[in-house]
């Protein structure tokens, strides 16, 4: 993501999703936090009731972890708006 402008980012993004989805779609999420449980937990907060299906692997050393997240959602504004709720959580990367 271009982090000198996120708006920018969105709005291609959420143009490829109208061009290449139909709606609802399951949507892939991937995210590399530091490996901490609660970070972990934040995510899962930010897909609860969703019907998410969360999945982690941890880096060989084990300092970061991988977070692959597989979710049904409505249309490309909620897929924006999951983002930006991860994209609070501090040292949280988006892929």
Do not use: C, H
Request: charged content about 30%; proline content about 4%; cysteine-free.
């Amino acid at each position: 993501m271009n982090k000198d402008n996120p708006e920018e980012f969105y709005a291609r993004l959420k143009e490829q999703l109208e061009l290449n989805n139909s709606w609802p779609s399951n949507y892939l999420y991937k995210f590399i936090i530091p490996t901490d449980v609660e970070k972990f937990k934040q995510i899962e907060e930010v897909f609860n009731n969703t019907g998410a299906v969360i999945e982690s692997k941890k880096s060989k050393n084990g300092k970061y972890t991988s977070v692959s997240i597989t979710v049904n959602l409505k249309n490309p504004d909620a897929i924006i708006a999951k983002y930006k709720e991860v994209g609070k959580i501090k040292g949280v990367i988006s892929l």
